[in-house]
């Protein structure tokens, strides 16, 4: 019986440590390692993730800028420990899509950010060099939206303090407004999936997975600015994903 342990590096993007554990219980016959009870790694990965939010996308066309893409690319980490079949572990992932325009005099500009992380639960099974998992996956997910309009031109120190003087007596021209909204939500979402992985060299492999994410923000469950919009639409989350990542680790 032999315990070995590797630690990952933080992420940039999302910072965390995975901390993975496998047991093999007979030789494999291409394997790189021996049969072990324990083992330990982890790495980083990204996914491209289906996103359909046509209640976003009215919005933003309404503000003279384009919709949301059909996919996004996020960018995170992840890892599990693995007991005979049993596989536990961790991961977290998020990214942020930008639109921006010139509409109706003003700069006019929308970052969404998105992120999800949880626990993960699965079945593996090792075969030469390859291991494969199917399993799922719990947690929470996060949505802001941050929304801002400004003169087109940029602000202007005169400008800045013009409608705030006790000799202004004008109306607020709209091209001169600047604004800004953000817009959040949090919800809990389930996540089942399949993943192949591919030792390389010892220590390094590659992972190549699917999954398909169910969850979404309810009715009147968005905050504007930490508030409450009691009639916000639901928002559904659900979508497929692939995603490729690097596991460091045995």
């Not at 079949?85 to 942020?96: A, H, P, R, V």
């Not at 010139?102 to 075969?127: F, S």
Request: hydrophobic content about 40%; aromatic content about 10%; glycine content about 18%.
């Amino acid at each position: 019986m032999s315990i070995r342990i590797l630690h990952c590096l933080p992420v940039v993007l999302i910072i965390g440590a995975s901390l993975t554990g496998e047991v093999r219980g007979q030789e494999i016959e291409r394997g790189f390692f021996p049969p072990q009870q324990v083992g330990a790694g982890g790495g980083p990965y990204l996914a491209v993730v289906q996103l359909s939010m046509p209640e976003f996308d009215s919005r933003l066309t309404g503000m003279g800028l384009e919709g949301l893409p059909e996919w996004v690319t996020l960018y995170g980490a992840g890892g599990h420990f693995q007991i005979g079949s049993l596989m536990i572990g961790g991961f977290s992932l998020g990214g942020t899509v930008e639109r921006s325009g010139v509409a109706g005099g003003a700069m006019r500009e929308a970052w969404v950010d998105i992120c999800h992380g949880g626990l993960t639960v699965g079945y593996v099974k090792a075969v030469s060099n390859l291991k494969l998992a199917l399993g799922g996956s719990i947690g929470v997910g996060t949505l802001v939206a941050r929304l801002s309009r400004s003169p087109q031109t940029g602000p202007l120190w005169d400008g800045i303090w013009t409608y705030y003087g006790t000799g202004f007596t004008g109306t607020v021209d709209a091209g001169n407004l600047d604004i800004s909204t953000e817009l959040s939500g949090s919800y809990f979402f389930f996540e089942p999936f399949v993943s192949i992985r591919y030792w390389l060299i010892p220590m390094v492999a590659v992972d190549l997975g699917a999954f398909y994410k169910i969850g979404g923000i309810g009715s009147g469950k968005l905050e504007v600015n930490g508030e409450k919009i009691p009639d916000s639409p639901k928002l559904d989350l659900s979508g497929m994903g692939i995603k490729v990542g690097v596991f460091l680790g045995f």
